[in-house]
């Protein structure tokens, strides 16, 4: 099956810009969404498809793509952003329909 | 409001099966496409498995697979997974999400989430 690759952490001063990035053949294929979970919460979609943000996330969060790697971009980190960050998308491999990434922890320092 | 909300975890021994159950409301069930996801205690997500608006397309994680069985019945707004030949390994949240397509086939994302029903595999 397909893997997508995160880094484990990253850390972002408060205010400041941040760009979290998720590898894989998948990418290339199809888009990425991207999760946030906080703890002891359920996962919560921030983007979706090409650049697309559900009801209620704000817009200091964006997506972008390009060949094998997908982005998540936080500009003007706020507190509340402090949590783990998971990619997914569809499987190009075709054993699985879908894969999730490794995840990455977010610090808002 | 638009809400899942899973039921039937609980403690099982190894070998043993477990029925899980999500119960949705708020949105047309049938028009979508339903999925489990589950997260180890302190680890990652996992997509476990996936059905199609009418069941026509199935699919499972090759660590659940010949194990497993997703299913939903559409009149009743439900979605189940049917656990059988438990591991340890199996230890998880298990979280009912829904697909953002409104064809029914599988989209790009999972866009609600229920609160997950914890599933604890141990002799």
């Known amino acids: 099956s397909s893997e997508l690759t995160q880094d484990p952490a990253v850390s972002v001063a408060l205010g400041q810009t941040v760009r979290i990035t998720c590898q894989g053949d998948?990418?290339?294929?199809?888009?990425a969404s991207w999760y946030q979970q906080k703890p002891g919460q359920a996962p919560v979609l921030v983007i979706y498809?090409?650049?697309n943000r559900p009801s209620g996330i704000p817009d200091r969060f964006s997506g972008s793509s390009s060949g094998n790697t997908a982005s998540l971009t936080i500009t003007g980190a706020q507190a509340e952003d402090e949590a783990d960050y998971y990619c997914?998308?569809?499987?190009?491999?075709?054993?699985?329909?879908?894969?999730f990434g490794t995840g990455t922890k977010v610090t808002v320092l | 409001e638009v809400q899942l909300v899973e039921s039937g975890g609980g403690l099982v021994q190894p070998g043993r099966s477990l029925r899980l159950s999500c119960a949705a409301s708020?949105?047309?069930?049938?028009?979508?496409?339903m999925h489990w996801v589950r997260q180890a205690p302190g680890k990652g997500l996992e997509w476990v498995s996936g059905?199609?608006?009418?069941?026509?397309?199935?699919g499972y994680a090759d660590s659940v697979k010949g194990r497993f069985t997703i299913s939903r019945d559409n009149a009743k707004n439900s979605l189940y997974l049917q656990m059988n030949s438990l591991r340890a390994e199996d230890t998880a949240l298990y979280y009912c999400?829904?697909?953002?397509?409104?064809?029914?086939?599988?989209?790009?994302?999972?866009?609600?989430w229920g609160q997950g029903t914890m599933v604890t595999v141990s002799s």
């Open positions: 997914n998308s569809r499987d190009s491999s075709g054993n699985h329909l879908y894969v």
């Open positions: 708020g949105f047309t069930f049938d028009d979508y496409a």
């Open positions: 998948s990418l290339r294929s199809y888009y």
């Open positions: 059905i199609s608006w009418n069941s026509g397309s199935i």
């Open positions: 999400a829904k697909d953002s397509n409104d064809y029914g086939d599988y989209g790009e994302a999972f866009d609600i």
């Open positions: 498809g090409k650049n």
